[in-house]
């Protein structure tokens, strides 16, 4: 068991700035990024020993498990949202539903820029999943087409052809709500 924790502390030496700037980039937020890196540790930890080498290297099986984390936590704070709306339909005595949303708190962004970068992140927020990630991966994170099809468990074209409906999708949420 000691290998299993020093192997645990060396993955996580190499690979928690990572885990918390992918989360961070999902999340916006720098307390929820550092609970889902920590969640994300104890997930390593506890399946370790499942690890095959065979199927992926630890970083890809890393980012795996990040970008399920994080997919979780925002499954989970659209289900809180519904029911905060839910929820306050039956209090007469206030128009605020009883869950506070989220704020956008992303500390690479300037107060001048904020407004935009909420509109950005907000309208990726809301690609699917797969289109979320594989713009997440490839722009934000500036991995390669190889290495996000690891991750994604995908060819190079279905990640490029991937990529090209990300892209068309953001320009018309964007661009074409308004022409």
Partial sequence: MLNNEK???????????????????????????????????????????????????????????????????LKTKKAKKRLGFITSIFYKDTNEPLTELVHFNHPGVALENKELMEKLFSTINDLSENQRTVIILLKIEGLSQKEVGNIMNMSIKAIESLFQRAKKTLYTKLYDKEG
């Fill in 7 to 73: 192997l645990f502390r060396q993955l996580y030496d190499e690979h928690s700035k990572m885990v918390y700037n992918i989360s961070l980039q999902y999340l916006q937020n720098i307390e929820e990024a550092e609970d889902v890196t920590q969640e994300v540790f104890v997930k390593v930890y506890q399946n370790l020993e499942k690890f095959n080498a065979t199927n992926a290297t630890f970083k890809t099986w890393i980012y795996r498990i990040a970008i399920n984390q994080n997919l979780d936590v």
